[in-house]
Structure formats: C-alpha cells, structure tokens
C-alpha cells in the first residue's frame, strides 16, 4: 500500500524542484538578455573572442529542456500515484462497507423477539421491557402472552411482571442500525457505480 507520508514526501519534493525551475528559469532569462548584449557589444568593438554567453545559454536552453522533461515525468508519477491512493481508499471503504454490514447483520439477528423471532420495530413488534426481571419481547408476543395465559409472568424466567414499557434505548439501537444498514448499501453501490467507471 502506498504510504501517505511517502506521498506527501514527494509532493512537496516535486513543489521544492518546481520552484527551483522556475527561479532558475527567471535567473536564466535575466541573464540570458545581459549575456546577448554583452555579445553583441563585444563584437562591436571587433573582439575576435567567441561570445560565450550565447552559447551557455544555449546550453542552459538543453538543461531547462531536460529539466522540463524530468518535471513533467515527476508530475505524471504523482498523479498516477494519487489515482492509485484513490482507488486503494475506496477498496478499503468497500471492504469496510462489507465487514460493517455483516456485523450489523448480526447484531438485526441477535435483537429479534425470542418468542417471534421479528425484528423489534415498531408498531406491532415495538421491543417491551418487563419489569423488574428486565427481560424484553415485542409488544405483540407479551400481549397474546398475558392474554393466553392470563398471568402476568415473564415468558422467559416466569417473573411476575409489575409493569411493562417500550424499551426506548433498544429500539433506537435497532431503528439506528436499520438505517445504517440502508447506508452502507447506498455507501456499497455509489462505491461499486465508482470503480466500474474508473476501471478499477
Ligand atoms: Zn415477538
Ligand atoms: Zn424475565
């Protein structure tokens, strides 16, 4: 896997050689107009010397070339480095959307009624607390319970039930877990959609 303090590593290293091009290339510039005046003055005075600044401009001219090749080769490697940071990322996400849902698969399986087996929602399978055993069914099964056996005792551990109500924490577990699950499945398909377009 690509490192992220790798990448950052390069990207300012390209910035620092960036700025450097074009400083130098500002330097050259400045120069490079001195240089040809100082030519051509030179030959005005019939100085038979070679007018060396023309020519190490040219060769500076070879050297930016080659500066600006290397640069742009620097630039295309980062790029293809994000790109490949990018898709690394939403695999992962893919697989945490994955690993997620069959864990909350699990935890919808483990908070159904133990008489029914629905899952405790509301209306009819709104989750019930007793008290004081603290046991909990749906409000469905604990009332054709009362009604069947016309005894108000838990069904689980046949403790008398002083009370009963809606056991809210639950119930915002289990409302919070449904809607996370419709979450990751819309996380899952934009990723899916995502990957199929950039052919990763
Ligand atoms: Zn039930
Ligand atoms: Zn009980």
Redesign the pocket.
């Known amino acids: 896997m690509a490192d992220m303090a790798e990448l950052k590593r390069k990207r300012e290293a390209w910035f620092a050689q960036r700025a450097a091009a074009q400083e130098r290339e500002r330097v050259l510039q400045e120069e490079g107009g001195a240089a040809v005046d100082e030519a051509v003055h030179a030959r005005s005075e019939d100085d038979p010397s070679p007018a060396m600044g023309v020519l190490s401009l040219s060769d500076s001219d070879v050297l930016d070339r080659i500066t600006e090749r290397l640069t742009s080769k620097l630039k295309e490697e980062l790029r293809s480095e994000v790109r490949r940071e990018e898709q690394e990322v939403s695999r992962k996400n893919i697989q945490d959307s994955k690993k997620m849902e069959g864990w909350l698969a699990g935890e919808l399986e483990q908070t159904t009624c133990p008489i029914c087996y629905e899952i405790m929602q509301p209306p009819q399978h709104t989750p019930t607390l007793?008290f004081p055993?603290?046991?909990t069914f749906c409000a469905q099964c604990i009332s054709s319970h009362i009604k069947a056996n016309h005894r108000h005792t838990?069904p689980?551990?046949r403790?008398k039930i002083e009370s009963q109500a809606p056991n809210m924490i639950l119930q915002q577990l289990i409302d919070g877990f449904a809607e996370r699950k419709k979450e990751a499945a819309a996380c899952l398909d934009r990723e899916g959609k995502f990957l199929a377009v950039s052919g990763g």
Do not use: D, F, P
């Open positions: 007793l055993c603290g046991h838990c689980y551990c403790k």
